[in-house]
């Protein structure tokens, strides 16, 4: 298809394969910068503007709809700066979500090489519900209602009645915490816990392996999607450069 200088509603969404009320969606929610106005009243789009949403649309695969309208907003606003912000704060995410997959398989992996639990050789100081949810990144809430569903059972203090999570409940509430990020429900969850305290860690293992698989496309889905970020800021906001 010819593209003209000036491109209609129809004609921006035919180059892209999508419907023009998903145009206007995406210029509504910001991934496109401000389209001009014909004498008619009609909206007329341009090559940057087709080059935009063939970049947000790549973007969405790895930042989602819930960090690219800000991206591609802050290039439209001239703040490349801000842009990469939010680029590389899902970037730290995905790190420290990898990050604790690795440390939660590596006590996985040490549970399964062991015919019968080792006593510890240490008495760490269990933690109070606050900080066993800011260890693991989670609201005060979550833990609350996970125990609830019986995916939790912290101790109490005898005098205070605090809520306390020793070792073992740090560790459950560590693979409790990776699974529901990942959407499993509780009922499999339950079951991975259940494998856990009978010895049998093989079931938990595959869970966040596969995790940590999701993890990675993510990361690289990231990776993919910033070839056409780089190319739309060299092409359209070099002046941010």
């Keep these: 298809m010819m593209l003209h200088n000036a491109l209609r509603t129809i004609d921006l969404a035919r180059a892209a394969g999508i419907s023009v009320q998903q145009v206007r969606n995406y210029e509504a929610s910001g991934l496109l910068p401000p389209a001009s106005r014909s004498k008619?009243?009609?909206?007329?789009?341009?090559?940057?503007?087709?080059?935009?949403?063939?970049?947000?649309?790549?973007?969405?695969?790895?930042?989602?709809?819930?960090?690219?309208?800000?991206?591609?907003?802050?290039?439209?606003?001239?703040?490349?700066?801000?842009?990469?912000?939010?680029?590389?704060?899902?970037?730290?995410?995905?790190?420290?979500?990898?990050?604790?997959?690795?440390?939660?398989?590596?006590?996985?992996?040490?549970?399964?090489?062991?015919?019968?639990?080792?006593?510890?050789?240490?008495?760490?100081?269990?933690?109070?519900?606050?900080?066993?949810?800011?260890?693991?990144?989670?609201?005060?809430?979550?833990?609350?209602?996970?125990?609830?569903?019986?995916?939790?059972?912290?101790?109490?203090?005898?005098?205070?009645?605090y809520r306390l999570y020793d070792e073992e409940q740090m560790s459950r509430l560590r693979v409790v915490a990776l699974l529901r990020e990942a959407g499993y429900p509780f009922k499999v969850i339950q079951a991975v816990l259940d494998e856990m305290a009978a010895g049998r860690p093989a079931k938990a293992i595959v869970a966040v392996e596969k995790r940590r698989e999701e993890l990675m496309r993510s990361s690289w889905a990231c990776v993919e999607s910033l070839v056409s970020f780089q190319g739309y800021v060299k092409e359209f906001c070099a002046p941010l450069l």
């Design 40 to 161: 008619s009243g009609y909206r007329l789009y341009t090559q940057r503007h087709l080059a935009a949403l063939t970049t947000a649309r790549n973007m969405l695969a790895g930042y989602g709809w819930q960090r690219t309208p800000g991206i591609m907003n802050a290039l439209h606003q001239g703040d490349l700066s801000a842009a990469l912000t939010t680029i590389d704060q899902r970037h730290a995410e995905l790190a420290n979500k990898r990050h604790e997959c690795e440390q939660t398989l590596a006590a996985l992996h040490m549970l399964a090489t062991q015919s019968t639990p080792a006593p510890s050789l240490r008495h760490p100081q269990a933690l109070r519900v606050g900080e066993a949810a800011r260890q693991v990144g989670v609201r005060v809430s979550a833990l609350h209602f996970w125990e609830q569903q019986g995916l939790l059972q912290p101790k109490r203090d005898r005098s205070s009645r």
